[in-house]
């Protein structure tokens, strides 16, 4: 069965990194696309960036780009979220993402709380 587990979060002052790690299994990762998504208190869940399954092309939302980067060990059928710069606004639970024939699987989720 799809699985995917996140890591990686916690609390860090305003400016900090903090790098997420999303491992992944019971499909083939390697030939995969993987999103990362988040969701504040009280909002929405919303698109971090993705990856394909090369990890040549990427995107990112606009309120991210240049502060996170997103990459992926397809040995290790793992993703990871290199966040820099955080600020309070980023505070979320941080998802990752996979779809596979048509249904979307997610992870448990980590927390991430940007405060001083």
């Known amino acids: 069965q799809v699985q995917l587990v996140e890591s990686g979060g916690g609390l860090v002052q305003p400016g900090g990194s903090l790098r997420l790690s999303c491992a992944a299994s019971g499909f083939t990762f390697s030939i995969s696309a993987m999103s990362w998504y988040r969701q504040a208190p009280g909002k929405g869940r919303e698109l971090v960036g993705r990856?394909?399954?090369?990890?040549?092309?990427?995107d990112y939302a606009g309120s991210v780009k240049g502060r996170f980067t997103i990459s992926r060990d397809n040995v290790k059928n793992t993703v990871y979220l290199q966040m820099n710069s955080l600020k309070p606004e980023d505070t979320a639970v941080y998802y990752c993402?996979?779809?596979?024939?048509?249904?979307?699987?997610w992870g448990q989720g980590t927390q991430v709380t940007v405060s001083s």
């Open positions: 993402k996979t779809v596979q024939y048509g249904y979307i699987y």
């Open positions: 990856i394909t399954s090369g990890g040549v092309g990427t």
